[in-house]
């Protein structure tokens, strides 16, 4: 079964789906490696983080193993996870995207229209994240907490759930395991460095400076998930060449 271009506009599940059926068909055998993402890019005429993101949901389904250090393998038959990122849903780095389009107006607009009580959640949210972080605790509740409040800044009520429904969404298994192989203890700081220069730029009124500090917050975030899983690869390439001089 031959690999068939994907179009463009086509999400990481059809990605997947056909990667998945590669492997029922026999195309790829059970543990063996699978082509390097740069070439499944090319021949599915996809983006890489497109492949970044149907290769985690094969994971996730139990069809592939990710290795670190060694690549990603066709995994041995087991049973299958639902995973709830399925069908039509966007995928990871979409949502990162959308964020960045709208959650950097949302936060121009914020530094405009907030009033000093509207920046004290938002401040204590911080606050919190700070004190989580040196106790190596999980801060994904603080950090929602933060871009909600920065919504509900806006005065515009139409915008808060745009914010929750692309936070809750973008928080699936496939989100979860990216953050499982490659969040750091220092994402996490670098995380709450981003964050306090938004509410420093809200607290200022800035309204340029609060669009750009949340912009380069999600871009660094979208930037440190393709740094992992290059490296992940960098790891692979390491392996197999010292496999190849023994």
Request: aromatic share 4%; charged share 30%; no cysteine.
């Amino acid at each position: 079964m031959p690999i068939r271009t994907v179009e463009n506009q086509r999400l990481y599940r059809q990605i997947a789906d056909q990667l998945s059926a590669l492997i029922e068909s026999g195309e790829f055998e059970r543990g063996s490696r699978l082509p390097s993402e740069r070439d499944l890019a090319v021949q599915l005429g996809v983006s890489r983080p497109s492949v970044r993101e149907a290769l985690i949901a094969l994971e996730i389904e139990g069809k592939v193993e990710v290795r670190v250090g060694a690549g990603i393998f066709v995994a041995a038959p087991r049973p299958v996870a639902v995973v709830e990122d399925a069908g039509e849903a966007p995928g990871p780095f979409e949502h990162l995207r959308a964020r960045w389009l709208l959650e950097g107006e949302i936060a121009a607009e914020a530094a405009k229209n907030a009033r000093p009580e509207d920046l004290e959640p938002i401040r204590a949210a911080v606050a919190e994240m700070q004190a989580l972080i040196r106790r190596s605790r999980d801060t994904e509740s603080v950090d929602r907490a933060f871009h909600l409040g920065i919504a509900r800044a806006t005065h515009n009520s139409a915008l808060l759930p745009v914010v929750q429904d692309l936070w809750d969404r973008g928080r699936g298994v496939i989100w979860q395991r990216m953050e499982h192989h490659f969040r750091t203890p220092e994402l996490r700081t670098a995380t709450f460095r981003d964050h306090r220069a938004i509410l420093e730029a809200l607290e200022a009124a800035d309204s340029r400076g609060a669009r750009a500090a949340m912009r380069q917050h999600l871009d660094r975030v979208d930037r440190e998930f393709s740094r992992g899983w290059d490296a992940l690869k960098k790891s692979e390439s390491l392996a197999a060449a010292t496999r190849s001089r023994r």
